[in-house]
T-cell receptor, first 115, second 114 residues
Framework: GAGVSQTPSNKVTEKGKYVELRCDPISGHTALYWYRQSLGQGPEFLIYFQGTGAADDSGLPNDRFFAVRPEGSVSTLKIQRTERGDSAVYLC?????????????FGEGSRLTVL | SQQGEEDPQALSIQEGENATMNCSYKTSINNLQWYRQNSGRGLVHLILIRSNEREKHSGRLRVTLDTSKKSSSLLITASRAADTASYFCATALRPGGATNKLIFGTGTLLAVQP
């Protein structure tokens, strides 16, 4: 299967700990997106990469959140000093288009629980 | 922030009936998309309608777009129990400063009773 892969699928951590969430996009897709989805809500935009660079990080809630995509493929979302309010499903999506936003292909998400 | 709001928040119908969901948004868009999400899963793209289009069909799906009212509707005809899911509209903002991101609405939870 050549879909978007996210690991881990579930992560339980304690308040104050550091967490990394990984996204492996569809091969050849240049655009990569991170979203956060709380229970009963729609996905909330966090950050968008075009190639290796973050084209738009306006959705990152604060400086505890950081994301990288060093080789233009796999991306890692990093959360420092986790708080209970960070608990959510973190969704990654990729797209082959570099122009006007077309269809996004989503992974199954990483469910983060901060105790 | 959420660009779109969907109405109703929840909808329960019988198999074979039609389901209509509405989406309103706030700013000018390049295109509007509808996605489906089964419980605990990722989102799946259903259909995309561009700002210069008024209606689009795909199988049992019919989408309309009214840019003057900043609204869209998704119609699912002859619904099946397998259509039970959450449905989200998402808007791609106009280029010219705006980046290529989709802003999602709050979603409609559809339950189709067998």
């Amino acid at each position: 299967g050549a879909g978007v892969s996210q690991t881990p699928s579930n992560k339980v951590t304690e308040k104050g700990k550091y967490v990394e969430l990984r996204c492996d996009p569809i091969s050849g897709h240049t655009a990569l997106y991170w979203y956060r989805q709380s229970l009963g809500q729609g996905p909330e935009f966090l950050i968008y990469f075009q190639g290796t660079g973050a084209a738009d990080d306006s959705g990152l809630p604060n400086d505890r959140f950081f994301a990288v995509r060093p080789e233009g493929s796999v991306s890692t979302l990093k959360i420092q000093r986790t708080e209970r309010g960070d608990s959510a499903v973190y969704l990654c999506a990729s797209s082959p288009t570099s122009g006007t936003t077309g269809e996004l292909f989503f992974g199954e998400g990483s469910r983060l629980t901060v105790l | 922030s959420q660009q779109g709001e969907e109405d109703p928040q929840a909808l329960s119908i019988q198999e074979g009936e039609n389901a209509t969901m509405n989406c309103s948004y706030k700013t000018s868009i390049n295109n509007l998309q509808w996605y489906r999400q089964n419980s605990g899963r990722g989102l799946v793209h259903l259909i995309l309608i561009r700002s210069n289009e008024r209606e689009k069909h795909s199988g049992r799906l019919r989408v309309t777009l009214d840019t003057s009212k900043k609204s869209s509707s998704l119609l699912i005809t002859a619904s099946r129990a397998a259509d039970t899911a959450s449905y989200f509209c998402a808007t791609a903002l106009r280029p010219g400063g705006a980046t290529n991101k989709l802003i999602f609405g709050t979603g409609t939870l559809l339950a189709v009773q067998p």
